[in-house]
């Protein structure tokens, strides 16, 4: 069966170690005089840059988010280090078996797409992810799968509909994302939220790692 696939990052491919991510971000708040944002409890699962950013911002403007997003993408490059990054058990067998029958291989993340390809970069894994649709594209995450199959007809002359998507993330939203679109979900069990809090949300099916990927991608 023809399919191509969408990726998220933080969760489902890696995770940044020691809050390193959320450190950053504290930092550039405190650049900015910003200092009454706490963000230690602040959800990020999920959720865009542009839609975090914007919460913590309020009403500043789109001028003053430009200038914070620039300074916490120069900040992530230059302080984001390979040690601060975990790639998750069996992203490298999923991505090489992608890579073997020449699918179609994306990226769907609410990450800037600056910060995505700076955290992908660090492990090796950003030349398997030629396309996506990212944070900046748009504050709600419903709205990115519509981005990315734009590319997706570019790339493959139109070869491919919603139906032929599947969409790999960790979160309920990663999986509302897919519903809403009408993809394939396929949720894992590598980020914050375990196998019954995403079967709550009804996945097409749910793996504890991508180690099952390509086991589940051929059979399906």
């Not at 911002?57 to 993408?73: A, P, T, W």
């Not at 900046?136 to 519509?146: W, Y």
């Not at 734009?150 to 990663?174: L, W």
Request: neutral net charge; proline residues 2%; glycine residues 8%.
């Amino acid at each position: 069966m023809k399919r191509t696939y969408l990726f998220d990052i933080d969760g489902t491919l890696l995770t940044i170690k020691n809050l390193a991510n959320r450190r950053i971000i504290s930092g550039v708040l405190q650049h900015f005089g910003l200092t009454q944002h706490n963000i230690a409890g602040l959800d990020f699962a999920g959720r865009t840059d542009r839609c975090i950013f914007s919460s913590l911002l309020g009403h500043s403007g789109e001028e003053q988010f430009q200038l914070v997003k620039e300074v916490y993408l120069r900040e992530l490059g230059r302080q984001l280090k390979k040690k601060d990054i975990h790639v998750f058990d069996g992203v490298m067998r999923a991505l090489t078996h992608l890579e073997s029958k020449k699918a179609l291989t994306g990226l769907l993340t609410g990450n800037f797409e600056k910060a995505a390809r700076i955290k992908l970069s660090q492990m090796n894994l950003d030349h398997y992810f030629a396309f996506g649709a990212f944070g900046d594209d748009h504050a709600d995450r419903n709205d990115l799968p519509h981005i990315a199959f734009q590319q997706i007809a570019e790339r493959s002359g139109g070869r491919f509909k919603p139906s032929d998507v599947v969409i790999i993330g960790d979160t309920p939203r990663d999986i509302e994302a897919a519903h809403s679109f009408g993809a394939i979900s396929v949720a894992v069990c590598t980020g914050s939220f375990g196998r019954k809090q995403l079967e709550a949300h009804k996945p097409d099916v749910i793996l504890s790692s991508l180690d099952e990927f390509p086991e589940w991608d051929r059979a399906a």
